[in-house]
Structure formats: structure tokens, C-alpha cells
């Protein structure tokens, strides 16, 4: 799928790669949410809704790409509304910042900014006219308010009755006895997608992506967390 930001959509989704795109349109799928004439072919709704992603040579500049990406559209004509979503890593308050710090730089009232992220997702409306700015979602993942990336948000998705993931765990928490060379193993910032990778080995057709895990129902679209996903994009998009 093209990643090209030069697109009629109305309604865009900036998010850090294709992961997470897959995510987006098979919870939107499996929640029945937005354009459900058009899902699951997400090449036909690109002429209402698209998600966007602007790769960079390194996690960083990907996640600076992005925020480029963000301020950019700000340009576009006929905009209705724009959401963003980028991992908090070790930062959720210094993300929100600079988040913030663009939307105001792009003529939103500060004093109409929240201070913090909305546990649910964060919803901006669109300055008075005639400034003719577009309605704002901002999702921090996993969750607006803790440290970590898509892959902490997933695994809130794992079913509740799950003895996998814990099991994946003790083995990932093994592997130094293992192998006492530790600089060679994954750790930080890549333990949560090993750990989820290591799940999906073992489910009945392994290693399955993340959004195909979803749609096989490995990982749970409709637990309570993937439905506070889901409300965020309904009301950033497809508001009633």
C-alpha cells in the first residue's frame, strides 16, 4: 500500500509503520466501525479514510517523521479530521508536549489544549472559523498515560483466559542462563516484541502479523481495551 501522503482522503490516520496500520483497520473490521460498506478491502475506503506512514532509518526519525508528517497536513485543504498514533516509548508526557507544541504552533488555542493525554484517547476539536482546522484524535501508546509501544497495547489484547503469555515470559526471562554472552539478546526496548512474537509462535497457525492475528482472533478486538481503541477512532472519524 502506498504510504504517500498526497491523497483526497478526508479523514487521515498518521501512524509509525505498517504494523500499526494493520492493527487500525482490523479492529475498525472486527468492531464494525466507520465505513463497513467498504472494509475489508482498506483500497476502497482510501477514498473517505487512509492511514499514513512515513518510514525513517531509525526508530527516532521515524517517530520525528511522523510528528513532521503531522504538522504537514495542517496544510491540506478540505481536511475534516486528523488522528495521529505514536508510541510513548520511555516518554508518554514528553510526546504529549510535543504534540501539543504543534497544534498550537498550527493556530489552536492553547488555553483549549488539554494538559495531559485522555485515558480513552484525546479528542480536539477544530478551532472556531475561519481558521478552517481539522478535528484532532491523538492515541499515545499503549495506553495515554504508561511508557511502552504497539506491542504493550497488544498484549492487553491477549485473551483473558491466555496461559501463553505468561509461559512466553518465564522464557524469555530464562534466556541469560542460557546464553551468558546477554549483549547478544533482545532487551529494552524490543523485550515486549519479542514476547509477543514468541506468542504468536505457538498459536495453532503460527507466526501470524499482527493484524491477522486479530482478524484470526488470536488477539481479542473486542476486550476492553481494544474497544477503548476502537471508541477513540469512531470519535476522531466517524463521530455521531
Known sequence: MSTSPH???RLKLLVEGPDDEHVVYHILESLKIGL???FPSKEKAEGKFKVVYKHGSSKNQGKQALLELFT???FESGLEAIGIIVDADKEPAGTWEKLISRLTEQGYPPESLPKKPAPGGSIIDAPPEPTLKP???IWIMPDNSSSGALEDFLSALVPADDK???HAKTVLDGLPAIEPATEKLVKGDHRQKALMHTWLAWQKEPGKPYGQAIKARYLNA????GKVFGNWLKRTF???
Do not use: I, K, M, N
Request: charged share 25%; no cysteine.
Open 164 to 166: 501463553l503469555l505468561g
Open 72 to 74: 504537514g497536513y495542517f
Open 222 to 225: 473486542e476486550s476492553e481495551q
Open 238 to 240: 466517524w463521530p455521531e
Open 135 to 137: 478535528r484532532v484524535g
Open 7 to 9: 491523497t483526497a482522503a
Open 36 to 38: 463497513p460498506e467498504d
